[in-house]
């Protein structure tokens, strides 16, 4: 398990219980291993085409480069939500694929987290491993739901601030961390109705 190479550098975060079995016993099938190439090409494809092919735009705009105007600003924002989402999709594929390949089933990591309807949806779809181990590891430890609203509203603020610090020991992740605490901690207070949904087209139940 520990030295099982695919999973180790980037993800999605693989814990021994979900794979001890098929350490014992798996099977090598040829479904498998086609799968596991074909994924591991889409993954290299998400990373090399699209991740990578608007890297230039986001160094332009992010990079300290002096470029000037709205339209610009927002090319190079989403530009950036291109990026960081089909690189971090990108390499879980190729996880996955490269996993399937020596005969093991890896957990979904990524589920078009931008059909989300609201931040605690996009939690559910975006690095879905991370999300269930800051849960089971930090959030229900420290009380989860049961001790309370105002005590709910700490627990999600630790834990998605202790998940930016995961990210990157950089005030920059920390301010991610809050914000997005924030975010969660208002869904709640809301009935977890998302935070788009004042218009009544709109109302959704997350």
Known sequence: YVSFFPQLVAGPIVRYREIAD???QRTHTLSKAVTGIALFILGLAKK???ADGVASTVALVFDGEKVAGLAPAWLGTLSYAVQIYFDFSGYSDMAVGLGLMFGFKFPQNFNSPYKAVCITDFWR????SLSTWLRDYLYIPL?????????TYINLM???LLGGLWHGAIWTFVAWGAYHGILLAIERM???RSLVAWAPLFVQRC
């Open 158 to 160: 630790v834990t998605m």
């Open 143 to 151: 009380g989860g739901n049961r001790l309370g609203v105002s005590r």
């Open 48 to 50: 090399i085409i699209l």
């Open 190 to 192: 809301f009935n977890r």
């Open 125 to 128: 779809r975006w690095h879905i």
């Open 22 to 24: 098929q350490i014992e």
